[in-house]
């Protein structure tokens, strides 16, 4: 894995049998997991607890194609973190503890993160009631690896999103969830989580809403257009 140089300042990548040994195998250590996608709103594994929180100086994206809630033709578009100074990610953090779960956890999310393109990180997180960082596991998709899609306004991603479906669902789903914790979880958190408001995911939920209700369209030139590609490419996108 070749790893950006602006990603070392925000992001450590360990050695995953190192952290098998210090972290999921010992009986004493909790595993954390940072969530800033559909894990907020769907962890298949157990955890003992779930904090609010952020992550500094980091962006979430929808720039990582998915193959599952999209398809070979359009695939869907799923957050990943980007290095971004003076930003604050809100999310969440799952604590995990006992040898069994966290060990159940690691291997289901190598499943649903690692054969998907992401890499395993760790970053600190911080709760939103306190301003003690401590390091936690997470999953991003590089900048530069081979899943990232081509930068487009903020009105053909939402159309791109409105429009993926894959064998797990509707994309636009997955963003609406998104928006929903941001309004449900963090926003009532204000002041202290004011930015969030700032979030586009938010942006993009509205657009992709106004595509859903008819209030805007695009033509079939526009449509044809809008179709998502790879930034590796810059074609059209061929399901890995």
């Not at 928006?179 to 979030?199: C, G, H, Q, W, Y």
């Amino acid at each position: 894995m070749g790893v950006n140089c602006k990603l070392l300042e925000f992001f450590e990548f360990p050695s995953i049998p190192e952290f098998c040994e210090n972290v999921i195998n010992n009986d004493t250590t909790p595993f954390w997991v940072y969530a800033y996608g559909s894990l907020l709103w769907y962890p298949n594994f157990s955890f003992e607890e779930r904090v609010l929180g952020y992550v500094h100086d980091v962006k979430r994206v929808m720039s990582q194609a998915s193959f599952r809630l999209g398809d070979h033709d359009w695939p869907g578009r799923v957050a990943t973190l980007i290095p971004c100074p003076g930003e604050r990610t809100w999310g969440a953090a799952y604590k995990i503890t006992g040898v069994g779960n966290k060990r159940e956890a690691f291997q289901k999310m190598f499943e649903r993160e690692i054969k998907q393109d992401y890499e395993f990180a760790t970053v600190k997180f911080v709760p939103y009631n306190s301003s003690t960082a401590f390091k936690v596991a997470v999953y991003v998709a590089l900048p530069e690896g081979p899943g990232i899609l081509v930068p487009v306004t903020p009105e053909i991603e939402a159309y791109q999103i409105f429009r993926a479906r894959g064998i797990i669902g509707m994309d636009k789903n997955y963003l609406y969830e998104l928006a929903k914790f941001l309004k449900n979880e963090i926003l009532p958190l204000t002041p202290d989580a004011a930015d969030a408001s700032n979030d586009y995911v938010l942006r993009l939920a509205a657009l992709a809403m106004e595509y859903e209700s008819g209030q805007r369209k695009l033509d079939k030139a526009q449509e044809e257009m809008a179709r998502p590609k790879l930034r590796a490419t810059n074609d059209k996108v061929t399901q890995p």
